[in-house]
């Protein structure tokens, strides 16, 4: 089965791999679009599969097919040659690029975030806990804390292999949109 995005250039929501001009399913989005979202890498090298990788974009077709192309093609240096990439989540609603870059440090830094210092069980991955699931469980803390909890934001899952429920509660203005249901 195939990801969706959301395509800020045409603002409707959009499968990545799609390279036809129309969609079935479409979610109008107001203003600009800032997404924090999580790669897990589908490697055949077992040195690669499974790792995560947290990036910020405003265009997430664009960016999914920049780091299966590689850094000399816009991907990121830590992706490159550890693909094929799957974006599995990505979290939107952010008021501005900024707030949203925030986000995206905190995620990837979690033990020197002065948000996310309170949480030592966030220093590092448990010893049989996969790479997404430890990525999961940070997120899951992050949107319980200031100043995130308080923004409207978006966890839109894009892979069903990989959803599931949060861990802790979310605040009741967050949205959780799941892939299930979307053909």
């Known amino acids: ?28 989005l107001k203003g600009h679009f800032y997404g924090v979202y999580l790669l897990c890498s589908q490697s055949l090298d077992p ?4 790792k995560c990788y947290v990036g910020f974009t405003v265009n997430p077709k664009r960016r ?11 991907g990121a240096r830590k992706t490159s040659r550890k693909g094929p990439w799957l974006m599995v989540m990505i979290v939107h609603g952010f008021p501005n690029n900024t707030v949203a870059l925030q986000f995206e440090w905190a995620w990837q830094q979690p033990s020197l975030s002065t948000r996310l210092k309170m949480y030592p069980e966030l220093k590092r991955k448990l010893p049989r806990e996969t790479f997404f699931d430890y990525n ?35 605040p009741n203005h967050m949205e959780i949109v799941s892939r299930q249901g979307f053909h």
């Open 136 to 170: 999961f469980r940070i997120l899951s803390h992050m949107l319980g804390v200031g100043p995130w909890n308080r923004l409207p934001l978006t966890v839109r899952w894009l892979e069903t292999d990989y959803e599931r429920p949060f861990s802790k509660t979310l």
């Open 47 to 50: 040195r690669y599969r499974g």
């Open 1 to 28: 089965h195939k990801a969706s995005c959301i395509n800020p250039s045409v603002g409707e929501f959009t499968d990545p791999q799609d390279t036809g001009s129309q969609q079935e399913e479409t979610v109008a």
């Open 64 to 74: 999914i097919r920049q780091h299966n192309l590689g850094c000399d093609f816009g």
